[in-house]
T-cell receptor, first 115, second 113 residues
Framework: DAEITQSPRHKITETGRQVTLACHQTWNHNNMFWYRQDLGHGLRLIHYSYGVQDTNKGEVSDGYSVSRSNTEDLPLTLESAASSQTSVYFC??????????????FGPGTRLTVL | RKEVEQDPGPFNVPEGATVAFNCTYSNSASQSFFWYRQDCRKEPKLLMSVYSSGNEDGRFTAQLNRASQYISLLIRDSKLSDSATYLCVVNMEGPGGGNKLTFGTGTQLKVEL
């Protein structure tokens, strides 16, 4: 069955370290998204991509970067981890034909703790 | 003002009760609307889309009022398994023609015996 996976599921790191969170989907979806979820804020969009070589900043993109070299993967990199980036990170994908109502499918999430 | 606002709850209701959640959104250009369900420490999953004419899926009914920029979700005959957080989600077209979702902070429902 097609799916979306994230790794690692849990990560503890230290302030200042570079961290990369992986996201892989097998639906061949064009669109992929990274969100973070914090108490009181709900899900906030970090970065998103509408296809290979396309990336866009979301509302909380500072300190994060992504690259899209193939359809299946959108890794999220924290260049220099900060304690404020302790959060649960969700990756999502959607097929997205413009103009249609489009469901996003979420991965299981990665719990990141920055000490 | 938040783009999507929900009452955080929690709503504690007895099994069998009817419960309604409300949501308002600020951007009148919003194009489509959803309710997602999120169980504790799990990923959000689509519960239902919300159409202008209103739509029903079993015990769940969703309504949209574009003039008031208001979305609702009604759950009838609540089950223990309905206990979760319900996220109101608004879809807007992004710069590249794809879609971008804005999430409310969620309303927590606890169904009790």
């Amino acid at each position: 069955d097609a799916e979306i996976t994230q790794s690692p599921r849990h990560k503890i790191t230290e302030t200042g370290r570079q961290v990369t969170l992986a996201c892989h989907q097998t639906w061949n979806h064009n669109n992929m998204f990274w969100y973070r979820q914090d108490l009181g804020h709900g899900l906030r969009l970090i970065h998103y991509s509408y296809g290979v070589q396309d990336t866009n900043k979301g509302e909380v993109s500072d300190g994060y970067s992504v690259s899209r070299s193939n359809t299946e993967d959108l890794p999220l990199t924290l260049e220099s981890a900060a304690s404020s980036q302790t959060s649960v990170y969700f990756c999502a994908s959607s097929e997205s034909i413009s103009g249609t109502i489009d469901t996003q499918y979420f991965g299981p999430g990665t719990r990141l703790t920055v000490l | 003002r938040k783009e999507v606002e929900q009452d955080p709850g929690p709503f504690n209701v007895p099994e069998g009760a009817t419960v309604a959640f409300n949501c308002t959104y600020s951007n009148s250009a919003s194009q489509s609307f959803f309710w997602y369900r999120q169980d504790c420490r799990k990923e959000p999953k689509l519960l239902m889309s919300v159409y202008s004419s209103g739509n029903e899926d079993g015990r769940f009914t969703a309504q949209l009022n574009r003039a008031s920029q208001y979305i609702s979700l009604l759950i009838r005959d609540s089950k223990l398994s309905d206990s979760a957080t319900y996220l109101c989600v608004v879809n807007m077209e992004g710069p590249g023609g794809g879609n971008k979702l804005t999430f409310g902070t969620g309303t927590q429902l606890k169904v009790e015996l």
